[in-house]
DNA sequence: CTGAAAGCGCTAACAG
DNA sequence: CTGTTAGCGCTTTCAG
């Protein structure tokens, strides 16, 4: 049914059908008539045919790496659920963790002619850049800072920062790390740096042989944890770049039986479900991904309300969760 | 940029334009000519346009109780990847599990004019009946049957039973039950069944006082797991629904001091990340998320390619994965 | 193989 | 407050 037909049926003219469903001066009377009309029917206007003339879609794409990760279901959870109040409804791009697709998405949405996007933002590559210029269309990105745009982003410098020192001061003197590519300026780059300011801040060295690199998997943290643990003079505690990779450095420490945290401190970052329930609870940085979600979504219906919305960066904040990986007082067994 | 000035821009026809996109009769020489222009101006058709005209969107909806389970979130890589490969885009729909919403974005999503739907479900209301069938429109059921309707689900009560029988062939006699609720068929009911069938087996009666419903979280998991153990006589086994109430279970127990698997064997279901790597690996059985959500894409694409398809049930076998949790031979501490 | 032209279902001036 | 009307950007006959 469309809306020539329904206005016969509800005896009214088009005109009125169309301010009905979009909130134009209606007399009382036409309005029930409407209302009753839509009941008996169900009939509803279709989106197609009202975008092609409102040029707004009501869709918001949401791009991002991977949805099996704890963190990024939870940024979308928390975009979803105040994009969903205000009757928006989300496109998903799953990238893979592949760059060229988050370009990919970012063309494919503006084609589709979405009223926003949020990126879940892992590396910038230079055809991001050319990507983000052309795109004319509001955008927000997350978990990472890029010129120009709104950014949600959190204090991953301060949390790392925060992380190590709490180890040191617990009287640690060989901070290992296991950190992401630099490539990733939040993850990689700014926690390596918080690490690095905490170092300082004892009056420590950071050795190479004390540090590695991994993939962002449980399965890789084990992996390069190892490498770590082999050499001559292994480290007295390990700053893990995210939850995931601590967790697969506690495994590897456990079948080495190597004590922790009498031996070996562990701490991640993200506060996600598997640090909780590991075999030592692991001290983490709390990062608010659902808050950065809902923030990232307020920004977006903003800038979708005013396109003349100045960008704007939100850098949340952390909570340091002491738990029993790197409490050396009280020892814990089994 | 429209299709006018597009064709204008080419020195083509409009219909021409159209043909190249669509893949109608076009001459070599304006194909050429069209695909300079193309790659000239970056013009893409509107989606909105050309939907009103074909009755078609290239958009699925997919309807789900929550991201952040690790469970949904697989099945929804599953049917995002081939649905990719096929050109069609995802629409979500986060329910935060009110089955209510769960019909609200079916109604949603049909004025959207998707193309299709695949429903992540959990319990069915009569509200659910009505908007199916006045539906029109494909639609797969994953994770649960539904009569008349594509489905993709798991052996639920299969590995509910392998599961039991397993810890009851390593010699316990008191089996502890910790299930969902029976509203849910395949998770709540299914897992009942199959739990009852492997007793049955081995002349066991259910004792009620050994029996409970939780949440499908860890932290209920836990809470629930209280009551059980707190009885005079406790269990010295636990089947639980899923890895995150064994998990919170497990976590129960080890406040308690109860020793696993020695006093208590404890297994999930579904074979997620947390149970790898929880302080005792965890039993489980593995459900074949990513297939099934790669399976109900399938299903549904053919559906919509060819709306007479019958529908069809696809049951998904499981896998049992034998870890620490249950296995009483040798003891394992740590 | 091609272009002209008729609509798809809707919104938004516009003139009452 | 209301109805008429002219498109929105596209696909698809239809007659060449």
């Known amino acids: 049914m469309n809306i020539t037909e329904f206005a016969a049926y509800a ?35 279709s989106e197609s045919a009202r975008s092609i003339r409102t040029h707004r879609t009501g869709l918001i794409g949401v791009i991002l790496p991977k949805l099996s990760s704890e963190s990024c279901a939870r940024v979308t959870e928390g975009i979803s659920q105040i994009t969903a109040q205000e009757g ?17 998405y970012l063309t494919l949405f503006k084609q589709r002619q979405v009223d926003g996007i949020i990126l879940l933002a892992t590396i910038f590559t230079q055809a991001h850049r050319l990507a983000f210029d052309s795109l004319h269309l509001p955008l927000v990105i997350v978990g990472q800072q890029y010129p120009r745009y709104s950014c949600v982003c959190h204090d991953d410098l301060g949390a790392a920062y925060a992380l190590t020192k709490l180890m040191l001061s617990q009287g640690a003197r060989r901070p290992g790390y296991l950190g992401v590519t630099t490539q990733d300026e939040a993850a990689g780059k700014e926690r390596y740096q918080g690490f690095l300011k905490a170092l300082s801040e004892f009056h420590l060295r950071p050795d190479p042989r004390l540090m590695c690199t991994a993939q962002f998997t449980i399965d890789d943290g084990y992996t390069q944890a190892q490498k770590l643990l082999e050499g001559a003079r292994r480290p007295d505690c390990l700053f893990c770049a995210t939850d995931n990779i601590a967790i697969g450095a506690m495994q590897r420490c456990r079948e080495l039986g190597i004590s922790i945290p009498d031996q ?16 030592f609870a692991l001290t983490t940085a709390r990062l608010h991904y659902k808050t950065a979600g809902m923030d990232a979504a307020r920004l977006l219906l903003t800038q979708i309300a005013n396109r003349e919305t100045p960008s704007k960066i939100l850098r949340l904040d952390y909570e340091i969760l002491t738990r029993e990986s790197t409490n050396r007082k009280p020892s814990e067994t089994m």
């Open 11 to 45: 005896g009214v003219s088009k005109a009125a059908v169309s301010r009905y469903f979009n909130g134009g001066y209606l007399s009382a009377e036409k309005r029930q008539a409407i209302q009753k009309a839509v009941e008996e029917t169900g009939y509803h206007p």
């Open 264 to 279: 070996m401190m562990i701490c991640g970052v993200g506060d996600t479900k598997i640090g909780q329930v590991a075999a």
């Open 88 to 104: 928006y409804q989300l496109l998903l791009g799953v990238t893979a963790n592949d760059p060229a697709k988050e370009v990919e």
